[in-house]
């Protein structure tokens, strides 16, 4: 009777248990991240009777969490890459939307200045068209002004998301490392005990982890993990936390970067972090917002420089040379930074001395052991700089110089020629008589000719400054036979005999005029000052036509092409990373559906679970009853 009480009792107990348990499943159906946990059932020893095994019941082996790490290492992984893109996603929609704007956007405000500049070359003595040149002038500086505004936004948002994300990495490390703690006290001494609540809890947390950066784990052998992120940064082990801070970029200080302290060290791992939020916010930063708001700078000192240049070249209503029509953005824009850990007090001047081979890359100049190099960090282009410092460096349209100090073996410079240029810019004309739509000089032809030849108004040869003698007067004078004309007033001597051809340019002075078809033997040509040139409209057609100049990039792009691949550029990062985003979503919703179909609680199935060992505890119920009645049937007949 013991034997069959034995079993009873057991067989009760461990269905006991499997109701509790198939209860709990159902009780947790909805809690995020639970895994569904089954008994393990196995046979007690048996009793040796002669040569019978005869059985003794059953026992608990275990209550296990039903638990794939292959999937639930795939729904981390999918988990940060989808949490990457949307990151990315989110910033560059945002930038996307600033730049392609139809109206807050720049390239309504280029072609309306440039329209306001055709408007003064067909009326250049209407004070109204140049009021309304001087009015877009000053829109399209505010909307350089206004655009990157938005952009340093973005770059404090960028710097705001790293922060809190960082405190966020922190908070989660350290309950990772309590529950690593709390794990393995709960499974040690040998007793088999499996915490699965705590490791339901710690992949929770594991997975929060992951919508933030890549994780890789490693588990010990007391149930405790290791955490790593990056290239293999430590940031678990068991109950220790290695906490991440937010450091100041070495050369920037409005960049903040990921700091990881090791062995009393602060090192920056930021170009080493990839995945989930912290790595969309890095690839947003790094390969849209700073090559955007290099071009944009590109941009602008593209349109200061050539209308600058342009407008020095020209005269306005009161007679005088045109001046700077913007500030001069070449010389005062590009920045350069030095690393914080530098040992030299060297201070570098640098300055865009050709704006059409300038590009919109920053660049790091460094002193490996008195070898000067720079390398262009857009395509990692290395050129050797010689004999720097004692010799200017020219990169690129850009003239390197040490301003002062000295510059040791390792120290290094973070050049960034362009993007302070939108930030920068001003307009430095106010009153509409400064603009310089006339030509200082202009060709005429003596009443007295009797040739047909005719000369041109003249242009004047660029870049500024003007020729000294550029006003002088020059008188062009033909021989007889009139194949050849002498020249007066070049300032630089009295050319004679020299051969005409007709329709070649004749230039002296700064300046260059055409003369076409035949003189006459003494005929007289002359090239004067432009006085009382109030509808001159020379320079304000040339001014017009730089919007159609190939002047960037090598001569082969125009401002609008600049502006236009920048749109493009971010337009088409902004669609890939939604298309991306879409794709990883996708595979983190199959993720998470394999890990549910494996891990999940089905209902149904915990539904027949509960009948099935329903029916098991009361056929154990009823085995003790007849335990029982034997029982009693033996103690009655003994008592008889």
């Known amino acids: ?62 209550v296990s969490r039903v638990y794939d790490n292959f999937a639930v290492d795939q729904l981390r992984v999918n988990n940060a890459s989808f949490s990457n893109f949307e990151t990315l996603n989110e910033f560059a929609s945002q930038l996307d939307s600033i730049l392609a704007d139809s109206n807050a956007g720049l390239s309504p405000a280029i072609s309306e200045f440039f329209g306001a500049l055709q408007e003064v070359a067909d009326d250049p003595s209407s004070t109204a068209t140049r009021q309304v040149l001087l009015s877009e002038s000053e829109s399209l500086v505010s909307r350089f002004d206004a655009i990157s505004g938005r952009l340093e936004s973005l770059n404090r948002a960028v710097n705001t998301d790293i922060s809190a994300t960082v405190s ?22 040998g007793s088999g005990v499996v915490a699965n609540d705590l490791r339901d809890q710690r992949d929770r947390l594991l997975l929060q982890l992951s919508e933030y950066t890549n994780v890789n784990i490693v588990e010990q052998s007391n149930g405790a993990l290791n955490v790593f992120i990056g290239s293999g940064q430590s940031l678990v082990s068991g109950s220790f936390v290695q906490s991440l801070s937010v450091v100041s970029n070495d050369f920037d200080s409005s960049r903040l970067e990921i700091g990881y302290v090791s062995n009393g060290t602060t090192t920056q791992i930021s170009a080493q972090i990839a995945g989930g939020r912290l790595g969309g916010l890095f690839d947003f930063r790094e390969g849209v917002l700073e090559p955007a708001r290099n071009r944009l700078g590109q941009v602008a000192i593209g349109i200061t420089s050539q209308i600058n240049d342009q407008h020095r070249l020209g005269q ?16 005062v824009s590009a920045l350069a930074f030095a690393n914080t850990n530098n040992a030299g007090s060297g201070v570098l001047n640098v300055a865009v001395t050709d704006v059409n081979l300038l590009t919109n890359s920053d660049y790091l100049l460094s002193n490996n052991a008195g070898a000067y190099s720079i390398t262009r960090l857009s395509d990692n282009t290395v050129t050797s700089l010689g004999a720097f410092p004692g010799t200017d460096a020219v990169v690129d349209g850009l003239t390197i110089s040490l301003a002062s100090g000295t510059i040791n073996s390792g120290d290094a410079f973070l050049i960034k020629p362009t993007a302070a240029a939108p930030r920068d810019l001003r307009l430095q004309i106010t009153d509409v008589r400064q603009v310089a739509a006339a030509a200082p000089i202009i060709g005429q032809a003596s009443a007295n000719n009797t040739g047909n030849a005719t000369i041109s108004p003249g242009v004047i040869n660029g870049p500024p400054p003007l020729n000294t003698n550029l006003t002088q007067p020059v008188t062009i004078t033909f021989n007889d036979p009139p194949t050849t004309f002498n020249v007066t007033g070049t300032g630089t001597g009295n050319p004679t005999n020299v051969a005409y051809t007709s329709g070649n340019a004749i230039t002296y002075n700064g300046f260059t005029v055409e003369l076409s078809g035949v003189p006459a033997p003494g005929d007289v040509f002359t090239i004067t000052a432009n006085t009382g040139g109030v509808g001159d409209n020379r320079n304000a057609l040339l001014l017009a036509g730089i919007q159609q100049q190939l002047g960037l990039n090598s001569g082969t792009s125009t401002i609008g092409n600049v502006y236009g691949s920048l749109v493009a550029e971010v337009g088409t990062r902004t669609r890939e990373s939604q298309l991306n985003r879409e794709a990883q979503q996708t595979l983190l919703q199959q993720s998470q559906a394999t890990r549910d179909a494996i891990s999940g609680v089905n209902l149904d199935e915990e539904t027949t679970n509960l009948l099935r060992f329903q029916q098991a505890f009361q056929a154990s119920a009823q085995i003790i009853s007849i335990a029982d009645d034997l029982f009693q049937v033996l103690l009655g007949a003994v008592s008889r």
């Not at 966020?168 to 001494?189: C, K, P």
């Not at 306005?316 to 010389?331: V, Y």
């Open 1 to 62: 009777m013991a034997d069959l009480l034995g079993i009873g009792t057991s067989a009760l107990s461990a269905n006991s248990r499997a109701l509790a348990t198939a209860s709990n499943n159902i009780a947790n159906v909805n809690t995020e991240g639970y895994s569904r946990q089954r008994v393990g059932f196995t046979e007690r020893p048996p009793n040796i009777s002669g040569a019978l095994a005869l059985g003794t019941g059953v026992s608990v082996d275990s």
């Open 168 to 189: 966020d990495i922190n908070i989660i490390s350290r309950s990772i490392a309590d529950l690593n703690g709390r794990i393995a006290d709960t499974e040690s001494g």
């Open 316 to 331: 306005d209503l009161n007679g005088s040379t045109g001046g700077l029509f913007f500030n001069d953005l070449a010389s």
